[in-house]
């Protein structure tokens, strides 16, 4: 069964840093990615970052671009968040099955497994 659980969301000020956890189990995909959505209340989800578990390649939303940085370790990815701002706010996802195209610039669309979210509140 694959299993993904995020940790290391909270209550941080504008400005400040955070580092996500997602803990991977179950599976051992080869060439496929691994994302970090958020969905703040009233909006739709959407993608930050993802990262290739073949080859570590990345890509980042632009609102993210600069300040985050994604990275993978063994069966942990982590999503290292500087420099946060209020509108970073969201509950924060990791999913992964979604293949990995390297002739499609740009992090896939369409992932199989989600982790529960753990709370992201960027405070002024």
């Known amino acids: 069964e694959v299993q993904l659980v995020e940790s290391g969301g909270g209550l941080v000020q504008a400005g400040g840093s955070l580092r996500l956890s997602c803990a991977a189990s179950?599976?051992?995909?080869?060439?496929?990615?691994i994302g970090w959505f958020r969905q703040a209340p009233g909006k739709e989800r959407e993608g930050v970052s993802c990262?290739?578990?073949?080859?570590?390649s990345t890509y980042y939303a632009d609102s993210v671009k600069g300040r985050f940085t994604i990275s993978k370790d063994e069966n942990m990815v982590y999503l290292q968040m500087n420099s946060l701002k209020q509108e970073d706010t969201a509950v924060y996802y990791c999913a992964t099955g979604a293949l990995w195209d390297a002739g499609v610039v740009g992090c896939p669309s369409d992932y199989d497994y989600w982790g529960q979210g753990t709370q992201v509140t960027v405070s002024s």
């Open positions: 990262i290739s578990t073949s080859d570590g």
């Open positions: 179950g599976f051992t995909f080869d060439d496929y990615a």
